[in-house]
T-cell receptor
Framework: AQSVTQLDSHVSVSEGTPVLLRCNYS??????LFWYVQHPNKGLQLLLK??????LVKGINGFEAEFKKSETSFHLTKPSAHMSDAAEYFC??????????????FGTGTRLQVTL | GAVVSQHPSRVICKSGTSVKIECRSL??????MFWYRQFPKQSLMLMAT?????????EQGVEKDKFLINHASLTLSTLTVTSAHPEDSSFYIC????????????FGDGTRLSIL
């Protein structure tokens, strides 16, 4: 079984300040972890993925995330927020069991608000 | 990069109408595609896994006779909402993965379905 917990449903930051979106996971197998972003009335866009290679993963648009097995966390960060970063962010886990390898488990999402 | 195209982006129709949504992988072949439903301000809920050349696998609680899935080719899956009613109004999103281990899912832009 696998699960994802996004600790904040809503995060508000000022433009130019750092972003931290928190995610904790639970998985019976070595997981693959992803962060996706969703803008209003759009599908999901992949920001970055962790698949058991480097624990610090760099993604698009300046985002990065660090896989910490001891803390079962995969928090998303960005040094400096931009207005265009305002969106919904989903932390997603995919288990390593062959039978369910392709199924994704989604967190409940974090809405990022960026203010001037 | 891998692109998934979903059509139409928005549908408004009368109760009792059947609605077909298409999901295409534009630059890769996808033996498996996924259909999700998203309620307002909520996360994505997996409805079914679409397998090319075989029957779809539905998640618990999803009516297979209500949500017909056809995956007739390696680049196209369709979801038909039969005899749609207002409670079927939702945002439907498809996704597909490039074949191979550790490949992420790529999402279509979604279809906003409104049943009057």
């Amino acid at each position: 079984a696998q699960s994802v917990t996004q600790l904040d449903s809503h995060v508000s930051v000022s433009e130019g300040t750092p972003v931290l979106l928190r995610c904790n996971y639970s998985s019976s197998y070595s997981p693959s972890l992803f962060w996706y972003v969703q803008h209003p009335n759009k599908g999901l866009q992949l920001l970055l993925k962790y698949t058991s290679a480097a624990t610090l993963v760099k993604g698009i648009n300046g985002f990065e995330a660090e896989f910490k097995k001891s803390e079962t966390s995969f928090h998303l960060t960005k040094p400096s927020a931009h207005m265009s970063d305002a969106a919904e962010y989903f932390c997603v886990v995919r288990g390593g069991n062959t039978g369910t390898a392709s199924k994704l488990t989604f967190g409940t999402g974090t809405r990022l608000q960026v203010t001037l | 990069g891998a692109v998934v195209s979903q059509h139409p982006s928005r549908v408004i129709c009368k109760s009792g109408t059947s609605v077909k949504i298409e999901c295409r992988s534009l630059d890769f072949q996808a033996t498996t595609m996924f259909w999700y439903r998203q309620f307002p301000k909520q996360s994505l809920m997996l409805m079914a896994t679409s397998n090319e050349g075989s029957k779809a696998t539905y998640e618990q609680g999803v009516e297979k006779d209500k949500f017909l899935i056809n995956h007739a080719s390696l680049t196209l899956s369709t979801l038909t909402v039969t005899s749609a009613h207002p409670e079927d109004s939702s945002f439907y999103i498809c996704s597909a993965s490039v074949p191979g281990s550790n490949q992420p899912q790529h999402f279509g832009d979604g279809t906003r379905l409104s049943i009057l």
